[in-house]
Structures are given as C-alpha cells and as structure tokens.
C-alpha cells in the first residue's frame, strides 16, 4: 500500500477547488489517501481541539464513504510512520499552478513508489489543470462527484445555513446572493490600489510590494488603477452593483445577502449599496449563535500592557544615590500605554512603522474562523434566489469564490438567475454617465439591463467558459457533470480563443495515460527524492499534524 498524504493552505475557494484536484490524482496515481489537511495559512492555528482540520469544514466520514469506490482514503497515517513523519523522512513536493496529469505520472509516481509514502503540499489552489485529455475523461466526473457530492459541509454548517435561508424568505420574497470580492490580496495583485484614495490605499500598495517581491506580481508597483478598472481587472465597486440591480427593476426593498467573510475598506464601502437597498444584509445580522460552530477554544492571552515590576527598598536607595546632583529635574512623564485594540488592524502601525507586524494570535485564530464564515455563506448563496458576483474571472489563475458559486449554481439549479457580468462593459458603461450615474438616461438604463440580462442567459453562460473553464473545472463544470442518456443531443463542441476545446471536444493526445496507470505493489525505476522540495516543505509541515 502506497499513502499519498496532502496539506492544503488558502481560503475557502483554494481549499474547495484543491481537494477536488487531488482526489483525482490520488486515483490517477492509484494511491491510498489520506484525509487532508487544510489550513487558511501557515500559520493560521487555534481551531478547537473538537475538530481535525478536515472535520472543522466538512463531513469526513461521508467524504470517506461517498468515494469508497473511486479511492481508498483512510482517517490517517499508521502509528508507526507518524514517528517518521515528525523526523520529516517522506518526500513531500509542491506542484506548480495547473500541473498536467504526466508532470504526476513522471515526477511524483517515482518517488511515491520508492517512498512509500508521498507529501504534497497545495498553497493557493489549481494543482492539476483543468482542461484534461479526452481520454481521462473519467477523471473529470471523479471531480464532479466530490465537489457535488463527496464533500459535504459538516451538519452544523447545513443545519445554520438552512436556517439563514430560512429567514431571508421568510418574507415570502426573493434574495439575491452578492459578494463583492473585494480582498485586499486580489485588489494588490490587479493593481487596484487607486480606486479607495485613502489610507486602504497605502494598505494595497504595502501587500502590492510583498507579491512583487516574492515574485507573485512581475509589474511595477504604481500602475494606473483607472486603465485597470477600464480593462475589467478591478472589482465592481458595491455601489455600482446598486446601480445595476437598480437598472435591472430590483424595488428597495429587495432582500439582499452580502456573502464573503471579508470586504476592504469595511463597512464604508456598503454606505451606498446600503443607502440603496436598505435590507442588505449578512450572516452576523441573521444569526447570533454563529459561534456554535466554532466550538470549545482554548482561552487566549489578553495582550494587555503590563505594569514595571516593583522595587525593593534597597533598589530604590540605589537608584537615588546614583541619581547624580540635586536639585534633579522631573522625570519625563510615562509613554501612553497602547492598548490591544489599537495594536491590531493597519491603524497600529501605518502611521508609524513601514513594515506590518506579524499577526496576533487573534488574527490568526479568526483567519480560521473565516473559513466558517466563507462555507456558511458558500451554502447561502448556492441556495440564492438570484447570484450577483463582483469579481469572478479575474485572470490570476487562482480559483476565486464568485466562479465557485456560479459553477456549483450552474450543476445545481441551472435555471436559477446568476449574473456575469462582463466587467469591460460595465466600465465603459459607468464611464458614459461618470457624472450623473445616479440619474442616467434612460437609453443607459435599457443598456445595462440588456447585457445583465443577456450575461444570466446560456449566451452569458458560454461566454463565462471561455474564460473561467481554462482556469477552475469547478466554475464551469459542464457537461461532465451533467446527466446524460443515450437519447441525449450531441453535445456542440465549444472552444477558446486559442483553438482549445472547452467541453465537447476531442484533443489529439500525445500519450496514453491509461497504460501508465500503476498498480498496487508495482514497482518501476526509482528516482532520488527531491530534497529541496523536502526541505522546502519541512517548517510548513512542523506547523499542524492533527494526528500528533
């Protein structure tokens, strides 16, 4: 038996989008899994000792049985190679972005047979590509079975986010689901930074360099924000999602659910969605008992300002006759004690200090928390009467929480409303009337409404593939996921602007995966470990081990 063991780091999206991939290439390299571990960062511990990693988003023991017939998957490691594990003895790799069937056949295989045992380690989602050859074809319905199936939120998510839904229609009316996607990482990578004009946006520009310096970003650090928001790189702003929901016949009272467990800039930026839509609405606003899910915690250490330690009388004396010649000028009065809440949050350190300090303990035990937040609106918003996403295809890459929605929207409620907007045309849209946006003509308001309502048509949704099925299967999942009988249509093939087929397709392969499947107890040559991904890999693995 071969154990192939993953850890997963990044949001909710990242986590959802990865699981799905590596479940693929467990049974792709015919390996015993083990349940992986997921975490929001490196660091980012604090979840309750009630939980494992996996069980803390997702139901493990109906993970395990729902894919019982596609891959062996165990709760994890033998006793006796967790010692080994602690002593970092496996081999662990961290595959590149969109990582093809072959690179895992040539590069990982080798070492997962001489091992035995084999780490892989997922930072950011997207480790296998999306688009496979049409002879795994099997393999694409493998991701559709534990995306929509296998992977189950944990009963306590689905039983509060039946009840939040429960509650927005309790009115008798429709909601409409909207995220804006505004993350401060997202609005750092596209540039975005002009659009706040305040302090958010040195905020931006501090992340901004961290990427270029790690060599996530390739630009310049100061770049035109309005030529990217022009370009369809930028997020729509709520405000001008308020606009359009306006155009598109939405009355003021129309309930609507802000999804996503993070907007930058905060509360401020909601004032004219707000002012426009009064019943807007989140989880924190629906439901007080959030926290039951989070589960018993350990207390943490108050970060408060501690007092000098007290002095003997003989110190004192001390001090005194080392005080030099009298008479001696009054002490400097005391600094001002700085408090926890004005240690956490860019305004402890912006205004004085040029590098972000390391997170809280607080900080990060709620990047934990956010993963809560992002399931329980992930499940708000696939039951929505209607989808409004205000950053979806963003070009990065990376799986994006609004594509995720929409795919899943797309498998399960195919005729439910779920806009794409095209961000390009909506740009030059607002352009036109920049300067009375909250009156425009008429003729703009007909316009808008069109393209919205031709973006929530089948015409929005082949154009949304062209772009997002290249990048995450999980945004655009069909028809693999789709039921189909022999009495069914031909389906049309549709390709990109590159000539690729997106769905329905036959691409002309190279080499036949299917024979190079292993089998269990096979053996073939062996290659040396990399131990620069070892060691590479080595601090991340230190830093949770469920098992341990």
Known sequence: MVLFMQKIYGGFEKIQSSICDLIAVARLLNATLVIPE????????????KFKSFSYLYDEDHFIHALSSDVVIVHGLPKDLREARKK???????????????????EVLPRLIKSKVHGIIVNGGNCLQSILPASLEEFQKLRCRVAFYALRLRPQIQALGSQIVGRLRASGRPYVAYHPGLLRDTLAFHGCAGLFRDIHTELI???????????????QLTVDSVSRKMAGLCPLMPEEVGLLLQALGYPPTTIIFLAGSETFGGQRMLIPLRAMFANLVDRTSLYRELFDLVGPEDPLTPDLPQPPPPKSEKQLIEEWKRAGPRPRPLPPPLARPFYAHEKEGWYGWIGENDTEPDASLIEFRRQAHRLLWDALDYFVSVEADAFFPGFHNDGSGWPDY????????????????????????????????????????RNWTIAAREHLNRSASVEGVVSSAMLSRPVSFLAHPLPECSCRTPKSPAVQPVKDSNGRFLFGGNEPQNEDYEDE????????????????????SSEQDKEMDPDD
Request: aromatic share 8%; charged share 25%; proline share 8%.
């Open 38 to 49: 997921i975490q929001a960062t490196t660091r980012a511990k604090g979840i309750s000792p």
């Open 205 to 219: 520009q501090y992340r901004r360099n961290q990427m270029i310096k790690r060599g996530t970003v390739k630009e």
């Open 88 to 106: 970092i003895k496996f081999p662990t790799v961290s595959p590149r972005n969109s990582a093809t069937p072959e690179y895992y056949i040539k």
């Open 402 to 441: 609004s594509s995720l929605v929409m795919g899943h929207r797309l498998y399960q409620t195919p005729s439910g409303i779920t806009y794409r907007p095209d961000r390009k045309i909506i740009a030059v849209l607002f352009e036109d009337v920049n300067d009375h946006r909250y009156h425009p003509p």
């Open 517 to 536: 499947l292993p089998e269990d107890g096979s053996s073939s040559d062996m290659q040396e470990s990399d131990r620069s991904d070892s060691n590479k």
